[in-house]
């Protein structure tokens, strides 16, 4: 069966309008051509830094992802984060939060692990300028569509705009490691992929 979802026809998203503008000049002096030309350099070096460490990180993520999943697998005491240390025995967390990226649409969640567990797990959450959330189930479809009528009846249709997506349920994240398997699970993450922090500060 799949998941319920508000009709959202008829309120659409409004076009970004253009934000470049001219500028006027700063006048040039040997001073302040240094100070940009090293400015730009060190952003340069600090762009190939970041570019690195980008790198490590995601590197550092796939490895404590891969090891997450079959360590936890059919428990229920499940800690947040996983401790990876260097040869000196200095270390880091790599923390898996109970977030995670929405998904447009619950097809490929579906595909996974079946319409049964995608209805259990998975839900529509929407926005459109209101919390979607707190409109009393069964009632969305309705309040929507006369909301859509009142703005088009003042040619305001598109003062609305609208976001449409599934996600996890709240009990998803620690009941994903005894109702799924270590290949459903690492196949959802890519799907729908767990937020994961990697932190070298303020470890608790």
């Known amino acids: 069966m799949p998941i319920a979802k508000p009709n959202l026809d008829g309120i659409g998203v409004k076009p970004k309008a253009s934000t470049k503008k001219n500028y006027p000049e700063l006048p040039s002096t040997p001073e302040t051509e240094s100070l940009v030309a090293d400015?730009?350099?060190?952003?340069?070096?600090?762009?190939?830094?970041?570019?690195?460490?980008?790198?490590?990180?995601s590197t550092l993520v796939e490895q404590a992802r891969s090891f997450f999943f079959p360590h936890y697998h059919g428990k229920t005491d499940v800690e947040s984060s996983v401790e990876a240390k260097s040869a000196t025995g200095e270390s880091l967390l790599v923390t898996f939060s109970s977030r995670y990226?929405?998904?447009?649409?619950?097809?490929?969640?579906?595909?996974?692990?079946?319409?049964?567990?995608?209805?259990?797990f998975f839900q529509s959450r929407y926005e459109i300028k209101i919390d979607g959330d707190k409109i009393p189930v069964g009632k969305a479809d309705e309040l929507l569509g006369k909301m859509v009528e009142l703005f088009q009846s003042y040619s305001a249709a598109d003062a609305l705009s609208q976001k449409s997506?599934?996600?996890?349920?709240?009990?998803?994240?620690?009941?994903?490691?005894?109702?799924?398997?270590v290949e459903q699970?690492?196949?959802i993450d890519n799907a729908c992929p767990i937020v994961v922090s990697v932190k070298t500060k303020g470890r608790k």
Not at 40 to 57: F, H, Q
Not at 165 to 174: A, L, R, S
């Open 39 to 57: 400015y730009i350099n060190l952003v340069a070096e600090l762009d190939a830094l970041e570019g690195d460490m980008k790198l490590k990180r």
């Open 101 to 120: 990226k929405a998904v447009p649409d619950e097809s490929l969640i579906t595909d996974i692990v079946g319409p049964d567990l995608t209805e259990r």
């Open 165 to 181: 997506v599934i996600c996890p349920t709240p009990e998803f994240h620690t009941a994903r490691h005894t109702a799924l398997s």
């Open 185 to 187: 699970n690492l196949a």
